[in-house]
């Protein structure tokens, strides 16, 4: 693959991932993403495809729009920089970075990067995660 092919490779997947995550989409989302596979953010680390999308619905919920500022492709990784708006109650505005890194076309992994304190409350309201590691009950 020429390295022209490879970006323009890597901008179709992680533009694809991005956009059905924020319309809420986990299957095409997680199609995006390779085999092995690992997420963090500041709230949560997971190695599963859709794991890391677990509560997607409870953000959109509260999100009104998502506004790209800036995106940057290599042959196997991509930065994006974007503002998530979120309903006048929450009344938060977040700048969030994400990295990715892809392997053969497919997601490897994703760095999710964002000041956590506007989201504080919010996420003690909703009340304990559940770890990956423990058992389900």
């Known amino acids: 693959?020429?390295?022209t092919s490879a970006v323009t490779a890597t901008r179709r997947t992680?533009?694809?991932?991005?956009e059905?995550?924020?319309?809420?989409?986990?299957?095409?989302a997680a199609a995006q993403?390779?085999?092995s596979f690992s997420f963090r953010s500041p709230?949560?680390?997971s190695t599963s495809p859709t794991g890391h999308l677990d509560g997607l619905d409870g953000l959109?919920?509260?999100v009104t729009g998502v506004e790209l500022i800036s995106e940057l492709y290599g042959e196997a990784e991509a930065i994006l920089v974007y503002d998530v708006h979120t309903a006048p109650a929450v009344g938060i505005t977040q700048h969030t970075?994400?990295?990715f890194r892809l392997h053969d076309g497919r997601i490897t992994s994703?760095?999710?990067?964002?000041d956590s304190a506007p989201w504080q409350a919010i996420m003690s309201a909703a009340g304990p995660a559940r770890d990956e590691a423990a058992p389900a009950v």
């Open 43 to 45: 709230f949560i680390a």
């Open 14 to 18: 992680v533009r694809a991932y991005h």
């Open 97 to 99: 970075a994400e990295h």
């Open 1 to 3: 693959m020429t390295t």
């Open 110 to 114: 994703i760095a999710l990067i964002f």
């Open 33 to 35: 993403i390779g085999g």
């Open 60 to 62: 959109l919920g509260i």
């Open 20 to 28: 059905a995550r924020f319309r809420g989409d986990v299957a095409t």
